[in-house]
C-alpha cells in the first residue's frame, strides 16, 4: 500500500539526460537501479540516441518508447535532452520536467544552448538537476524558479555587484530584501 500511494502522488523519473549531437553524455543523472551499471546506461544512451535522431523535436517535445520507459525529448542547438519513466508515467509530467529542464538550462546559458557552453557551465546544469528531480520524486519544473534557485546557489557572496549576472543581481536581492524583513 505504502508504495502504490506514493506512486499516485507523484510521477517518478527514472533518468534525465543531456547529450551531445553524437550521442556522448554532455550530464546525465540516474535515479533508477534499472541501469545499474555503467555499461547499460551507456548503451540505454545510445538507443535513445539513435532512435530519436532523426527525429524533429527543435519546436516542442516529443515522446517514444524504448524497453518499457517512456522517453520525453528535445533537441536544442547540438544538445539533445531527454527525460525517462516507467511506460505508466504521465507523458504530460515528464513533458512538464522536460521543459523546465530546457528553460532553465536555456535562461542560465544566457540563450547559448550549445554543447560549448554546456560543457563551461557543468556545475549550473548539474545544480538544475538536482532541483528539478531528487531521488526520482519531481521537486520542481519552473524554468525561472530553477535558474533562480541555481543562480542563488552559483553566487560568490564577495563578487562586486558588476560582475554578478541580472539573475544573479535579482536573486541577491530578493535574498537580502528576505533576510532583513525577517528580522
Not at 55 to 68: D, G, P, Q
Not at 80 to 91: A, I, L, Q, S
Not at 164 to 180: G, P
Request: aromatic share 6%; proline share 2%; with cysteine.
Amino acid at each position: 500500500m505504502g508504495h502504490s500511494a506514493r506512486r499516485d502522488a507523484s510521477p517518478i523519473i527514472k533518468n534525465v539526460l543531456l547529450l551531445d549531437s553524437e550521442g556522448k553524455r554532455v550530464a546525465v543523472k540516474y535515479f533508477s537501479d534499472e541501469w545499474p551499471a555503467n555499461s547499460t546506461k551507456l548503451a540505454f544512451e545510445k538507443l535513445v540516441f539513435t532512435k530519436t535522431q532523426k527525429t524533429n523535436a527543435r519546436t516542442e517535445a516529443e515522446i517514444a518508447m524504448f524497453e518499457n520507459n517512456v522517453v520525453v525529448y528535445r533537441f536544442i542547438q547540438d544538445l539533445h535532452f531527454f527525460v525517462t519513466g516507467g511506460d505508466d508515467e504521465n507523458e504530460l509530467a515528464l513533458a512538464t520536467v522536460l521543459q523546465g529542464f530546457c528553460d532553465s538550462v536555456t535562461l542560465l546559458l544566457r540563450g547559448n544552448v550549445d554543447q560549448r557552453e554546456a560543457l563551461e557551465n557543468l556545475d549550473l546544469i548539474y545544480l538544475c538537476l538536482d532541483e528539478i528531480v531528487d531521488g526520482g520524486m519531481i521537486l520542481e519544473t519552473d524554468g525561472n524558479m530553477i535558474a533562480g534557485k541555481v543562480a542563488t546557489h552559483s553566487i560568490d557572496e564577495g563578487s562586486p555587484l558588476s560582475e554578478q549576472t541580472i539573475t544573479q543581481a535579482l536573486a541577491a536581492a530578493r535574498e537580502h530584501l528576505t533576510r532583513s524583513l525577517l528580522r
